[in-house]
Every structure is written in structure tokens, then in C-alpha cells.
């Protein structure tokens, strides 16, 4: 591919990846919102692949956008009746924020386009079969420790999510029965 | 001109700035949540980016991206168990109005 290819391909999921974010913050509709956020999820996926990340594209897709954005969607629709769209979506701070994170972003990218970065085209990149059999080597070798950590983060989290979203019992009437048959005793 | 590390660093910078922007100023819950996602997003965009410009042999990056999914996930699975709560106790999603202390 020519470089002209790979520079049109990258400016058009940056387009694909920033303008749905914009809506996802601009959008009255929250439902609407929501759903801006697959677009940018798809776009990241896109920039994955330009990267020759190749397992990370699936797991984007199948994790971001198969589980995260349906479980956010699934929260949406639960609870949508409450968001009245013509109510402001805005807290008072978006004066302040508006400026304080487009400076924030621009000075960063500032500083990180000026850093002098080793320029020129890296190395091909192993092919997905052989970099997934590298990676999931790593997983089970010299990085089973923080793939541990991170399952037993994701377990906790489960449970916790659980116990969190349980309906609240109501009193169990197990333990008025004890106290009467004591009483009467 | 060739696509760089820096075309990818400065897309992760204004995607983070996009997803800041969302966690400050939604009042709604669950776009703060997105907001959170956003940022996860640049952050894994960023450690790929580095690993195929600098480290391409490396494999710590792509173990901190896992580690950023599995991050991402139980946020999302947590976040989202707070938000039915908050809508079962003050009937509304809105983090300004949920203020259960003075002030």
C-alpha cells in the first residue's frame, strides 16, 4: 500500500473515531448517545488493525462492543423513562470544562508531536497466528501473575456487581417468628 | 508522509479529552460511564500504538492491554450495578441531583 493509502485510511477512522465521541457528549437523547459510542468503539477496533494488532481487534469488538456497550444499553433502556430529553444534559461546569479539556488535549498532543519519536516505519509485525500464539504464551509464562490479578479483579467485580444489584429483602420473617416463639417461651 | 507514533499519540490525546469532557459534564450517569469507556479507550489506543512503533517485540503492552479490557469490563459491570441502585433509591440518574448529604 502506498503511504497515501495508509495516511487516507488512518484520517478517515480518526474522523470515524472523534466524531461520533463529539456526539456522544453533544446529544440531548441519552439512548442516542449510547448508541454514537459504537461507531468510535468500531473506529478504535479499525485503528487496532492499521497497528497489526490483530488479537486486540477481535477483543475490542467482542468485548467493547459485544458485552460494555450492550450492558450500557441494557442500563439505558432500564432506566430510560427518567431522562426527560428536554431537561438540560449539561451540569453548570461545561463552561469550565470545555476550555480545560480541549487545552489539555491540545497541549499534550503538542508536546507529543514535538517529542523527537524514532521515525520510519517499524518492522513488519508477526503474522495473527503467530503473535496470538505469543501473547497467549506470555499469559501462562512470565506474565501469569498479572493475568491472575486481573481475573480475580474481574471476579470480585462480578460478585460485587451481584450483591450490588440485588433487589433490597425485605425483612425475613424467619427472624419475627424466632422472636415470638422466645416471647411466648 | 507516513502515519506515525504521533499521528496515533495526538488521536489518543483529543480521544481522552473527548471522553474527560463526557465524565465532567453529563449529568447523567450512565454518560459519565461512556465518558470512563472514552478514556479507557485512548489509554489502550496508546499502549498499542507504543508497542508497534517502539517495542513491536515486546510484550508488556499488549499484558496492559488485557489487563486495561478486564478494567474496562468490571467498570462497566460495576458501574452499572450502582446505576440500578441509584435509580431504585433516588428515582433519578442525574449524579447532581443524587446527593444524599447536605451541600
Redesign the interface.
Known sequence: MS?LT??GA?LSL?VL??FP??M??STRN?LH??FW?LP??IG?AG??A????H??VV?QVL??IG??LV??L???M??RD??NPRA????R??TA??PT??S???L??LL??R?P???G???A?AGAHDQTV??GR??IG??AL??E???V??L???V???V??KA?QTEPPSAERIDCTGGEK | MTVGLSHYLILSAALFGLGALAAITRRNAVAVLMGVELMLNAANLNFLAFWRYLTPQGMEAQVFVIIGFTVAAAEAALGLAVVLNLYRDFGTLNVDEASGLKG
Open positions: 503511504s495508509i495516511l488512518f480518526a473515531t472523534l465521541a463529539v456522544v457528549i441519552i448517545a449510547g459510542l468510535t468503539l478504535v485503528l487496532y492499521m497497528l497489526d494488532a488479537f486486540f477483543a468485548i467493547y458485552a460494555i450492558l450500557i441494557f442500563a439505558l432500564l432506566t427518567v431522562m438540560p444534559q449539561h451540569n461546569l461545561v470544562a470545555v479539556c480541549a489539555m488535549a491540545a499534550s498532543a507529543l508531536a517529542h519519536w524514532p521515525t516505519q517499524p518492522e509485525a505469543a501473547l506470555a499469559l512470565t506474565y498479572p493475568f490479578a486481573a481475573s479483579l474481574l470480585a467485580a462480578l460485587g456487581a451481584i450490588l444489584a433490597p
